[in-house]
C-alpha cells in the first residue's frame, strides 16, 4: 500500500510525519521507501534536502534518483523551477519511478511538494499525480492560525478530485497555539477521515518519536477492509 502526504501549506510538517511513518512501518517489519517525485530547491550535488530524508528513513537501499526523479535548484514553485532549466515535468516519468518503488517496497511513501494543488507543469497538478498513481491521500494540519480554513480546503479538494483520504495528522507547529485542542476538535468534527494522531511539537523534530503519535492501524484496518 503507498500513500500520498500532502498538507495544508508548504512547510506544515509533510517530510517530518512522511518520515514518521516510514519509521512506523519499517518497524512492523515492513520494505519502505520514500519518493519525492519532484523537489523545487537542491545543494550543491543537485540534491534536495527532503529527498535525502526521505531516502535516509527508507529500508530499501536506493539510489538517490529513484527516490526523487526531478529536482530543481531554485526553491519556488515546482513549475516555476522547472521552467526556469527548460524542463516539464512529465506524468508518465513520475509514474515509471513510482512503479520501480512499488514493485520492491511494501509501502511507498509519497511527498509532495507545498500544499495539494500546487502545479506539476501548465495543466497538471499534484492531485492529478496522486490520482494517476492512484493512491489514498494523508493531510498533514499543520496546526497554527488559519489551519482550519486551509484543512477543510484540502478536504474539498482531495474530494473533489475523487481521491481516499486515508487519514489526518494534526501537527502541533506552534505549541503555543491559542485554543489548539478545540481546533482540533473542530477539525475532527468536520473530517470523516480518521485523525491518525497528534503530534506535538518536538524539539528537534525527531521522526521516530513522532512514529509514537501515531496509530498506524487505523490505517491498516482500511487496507484489511480493501
Ligand atoms: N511537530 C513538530 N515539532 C517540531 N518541529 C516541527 C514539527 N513539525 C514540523 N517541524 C519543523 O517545521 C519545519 C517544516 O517541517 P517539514 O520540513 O516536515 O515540512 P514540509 O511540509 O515537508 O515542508 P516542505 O513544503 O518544504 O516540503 C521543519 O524545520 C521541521 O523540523
Ligand atoms: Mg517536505
Known sequence: MSYFITGTDTGVGKTLISCALLHGFAAQ???VSGFKPVAAGCDENDHNEDALVLRAAS?????????NPYCFPRAIAPHLAA???GVRVEMRRILTSYEELAGQ?????????GGFLVPLNETLTFADMARELDIPVILVVGLRLGCINHALLSM????????ECAGW???????????LQENIDTLRE???APLLGIVPHLKGADAKL????????LLEREQTDE
Do not use: F
Open 29 to 31: 517489519g515492513k520494505l
Open 59 to 67: 529500508t530499501l537501499q536506493l539510489g538517490y534518483g529513484q527516490v
Open 83 to 85: 521552467r526556469h532549466v
Open 105 to 113: 517496497a511494501d509501502e511507498v511513501i509519497v511527498e509532495g511538494a
Open 156 to 163: 474539498a479538494a482531495i474530494e473533489g478530485h475523487q481521491l
Open 169 to 179: 495528522v494534526a501537527n502541533v507547529l506552534d505549541q503555543e497555539m491559542p485554543a
Open 190 to 192: 468536520r473530517i470523516a
Open 210 to 217: 513522532a512514529t509514537q503519535y501515531l496509530d498506524l492501524n
